[in-house]
């Protein structure tokens, strides 16, 4: 059997340089050494380079004022990771593979000195033969150069070359904290058989079977491949198709319609004696998706009526953006908090938003036991310039591979519901590539290869361009009773006095709602803990609510309502009161409109920097607003399965 070594267990050191200084010092030829600029200190793996450097008392508190900017010297600093491999490990007989599934590229894989890899591209786990490398106490050296210099919120979308998370570059609710790091699993292992692994399900629910799927990539050594599932169980071809059924499986549910039932896939390879050289499982939960036409669509509209296992279902949830700039240092604890309010608020989808990451593997695990479906979209996003994804041959080849790598890892998960090219990618309603209005279609080259890649990897699923898909960007009232309106993003705040959102809502004709919110600040509390003496007054003269929050000023129109300019906790009870009042209007409204409109997805869910406001609906502690609540109150209406709150 193959082993898989865990090097998190390993004791790790961090040392930070100025660019390059280190290739001197692991240079025979020069000869010269060097002094780094951060001498070695412990370091966490997984973990990020800004919370080990916090953690050594080297870093401030970034959540505080403005503080953030204090910790920009990072990103011009080389970062050198280190290990030793035990002797036991390099002892173990059979090829050595190091795969890390999370790097914060670009950086240089270094063993004993010498270069024997590098990397460059955030999104996909990065495999490297160390088979001739490793010795007696052999050092791992993993080393992080240049960062980009702005992939943040405002740019050109068409010139993105580097595929590196783009929030932490600045966003209207983050500020820049680019992390830098090992920030997913790393190991080593022993003689793989198994390179690559897919698996997918489908369901009948006539006949209540299963069937599973498994595509893979195998070394020569394997010989057949023994699938079961509990007492289904079978020998293949590791070069045919594979599909098992299972029969008299129970049908996995969204939250608030039934159980979440989960089976385990297990998947041996075998030598031709028939002995497991290696073992690998997938948890897998059987569903029947179709999707069908809202009432009264208009003709050549897109299907936005998600029916699950023969029930048609109202999709409500809310948009997932990382739970921390620094999502490296991210904990299950931290994740299984804010799911569990999810669940508990009624919500049955999350779309995890294209200018952020693939989130671990512990979120879709989470989902699925839950039942939150994932709308998961591919690393692309509007960057307010031009918010046409690239049509580069090279750019799109990439991505064929993120995607690739996207769909093996993350397939099997019954909360999987689709995929999606990315955020807000679009042109102008003249058929342009510069301007707004227009999202893009399937008829983009970029989408066009990622819609064949899906069709060919991942079968059972939809993918959709982006979004919101269009043919409008967003719902103008002037334009209501037009048919325009399909998937569409917006609004996000209203100005002046609420009627006028509320005669929006009443007439609205979408026929689903994946993005639109409503500002409300946090608590006086976490508003005090970030600002200190800063909290008031909270307009643009205060740059430390600039610093994060300078799209959703409210202060005008609480000044102008008569508001204490001098009572912070007045304001924020008049804020977040207006934030639940509006968002609340707004799901009730169109879930009222429900099967004439599919769902609503509220921008955004939860906080990931303590923003003193922002249109989320949980505090960057993961626990709710008021806007929430009032959420909750839509939400659980007529669901079965609706949980008391504790």
């Not at 790393?186 to 003689?191: G, T």
């Not at 069908?292 to 699950?308: F, L, M």
């Not at 059972?460 to 361009?465: H, K, V």
Request: glycine share 8%.
């Amino acid at each position: 059997m193959n082993h898989t070594l865990d090097l998190s267990t390993l004791p790790w050191t961090l040392t930070g340089w100025s660019p390059w200084n280190w290739a001197l010092n692991f240079s025979i030829e020069l000869g010269m050494s060097l002094n780094p600029d951060v001498a070695p200190i412990p370091a966490r793996v997984p973990g990020s380079v800004q919370q080990n450097l916090r953690d050594a008392g080297m870093l401030p508190d970034w959540t505080v004022q403005t503080n953030s900017r204090l910790c920009e010297w990072v990103e011009n600093r080389h970062w050198h990771y280190e290990t030793i491999i035990p002797a036991e490990w390099a002892a173990k007989p059979g090829r050595k593979v190091l795969v890390c599934d999370g790097l914060d590229s670009p950086g240089v894989l270094l063993v004993d000195g010498k270069e024997v890899g590098r990397f460059a591209n955030s999104y996909v786990p990065h495999r490297f033969d160390l088979s001739d490398r490793l010795k007696e106490r052999s050092k791992i050296q993993i080393i992080f150069t240049e960062q980009p210099r702005y992939l943040g919120q405002v740019g050109w979308t068409s010139k993105i070359k580097d595929f590196r998370t783009r929030f932490y570059f600045q966003w209207d609710w983050c500020p820049r904290l680019v992390q830098i790091g090992i920030w997913d699993s790393i190991r080593l292992e022993v003689a793989p058989a198994i390179e690559s692994l897919g698996v997918w399900t489908d369901f009948d629910r006539a006949m209540s079977v299963g069937t599973v799927h498994v595509r893979g990539s195998f070394s020569t050594e394997v010989d057949q491949l023994e699938i079961s599932v509990g007492d289904a169980n079978c020998l293949f071809s590791p070069a045919a198709a594979i599909s098992l059924q299972i029969p008299s499986v129970q049908p996995w549910q969204p939250n608030g319609h039934g159980n979440q039932p989960l089976y385990v896939v297990r998947i041996r390879a075998l030598d031709k004696d028939g002995s497991a050289i290696e073992e690998t499982t997938r948890t897998v939960g059987f569903r029947d998706i179709d999707w069908k036409p809202c009432r009264n669509a208009p003709a050549g509209a897109d299907d936005w009526i998600c029916s699950v296992n023969g029930k048609d279902v109202f999709l409500q949830g809310a948009n997932w953006v990382p739970i921390r700039p620094f999502f490296a240092d991210v904990t299950e604890a931290d994740y299984r908090k804010r799911l569990t309010n999810y669940r508990d608020f009624g919500f049955n989808i999350l779309r995890v938003w294209g200018g952020a990451v693939l989130e671990k593997e512990i979120f879709y695990q989470l989902c699925d036991e839950m039942g939150i479906f994932v709308w998961q979209e591919l690393p692309f996003s509007s960057s307010g310039i031009d918010n046409w994804p690239p049509e580069d041959p090279p750019i799109i080849e990439e991505t064929k591979t993120i995607f690739t790598s996207y769909i093996q890892r993350r397939q099997h998960h019954a909360s999987l519901l689709l995929w999606c090219g990315g955020n807000e990618l679009q042109g102008a309603l003249d058929g342009g590539k510069s301007g707004i209005g227009k999202p893009i279609d399937l008829t983009h080259p970029m989408m066009l290869a990622m819609r064949d890649l899906s069709a060919q990897l991942d079968p059972t699923r939809r993918f959709l361009a982006t979004s919101s898909t269009g043919p409008r960007f967003m719902a103008d009232e002037k334009d209501f009773g037009k048919g325009l309106h399909h998937d569409v993003h917006g609004p996000w705040n209203q100005a002046g006095p609420l009627e006028a959102w509320y005669r929006y809502w009443e007439n609205d004709d979408s026929l689903f709602r994946s993005e639109t919110g409503m500002p409300g600040t946090q608590s006086a509390d976490l508003i005090r803990a970030f600002a200190l003496d800063h909290a008031l007054p909270a307009n643009k003269a205060n740059a430390v609510w600039v610093h994060v929050s300078s799209w959703w000023f409210q202060w005008d129109d609480f000044v102008r309502e008569g508001g204490d300019e001098s009572n912070l906790d007045a304001f924020v009870d008049w804020s977040q009161k207006r934030q639940a009042d509006a968002i609340g209007y707004a799901a009730r409204k169109t879930k009222e409109r429900f099967p004439g409109v599919g769902g609503f997805i509220v921008w955004m869910g939860h906080d990931c920097f303590p923003c003193p406001t922002n249109t989320s609906v949980f505090d960057v502690n993961g626990d709710p607003k008021p806007a929430a609540h009032a959420l909750r109150e839509v939400f659980v209406a007529n669901l079965s399965l609706a949980r008391p709150i504790e």
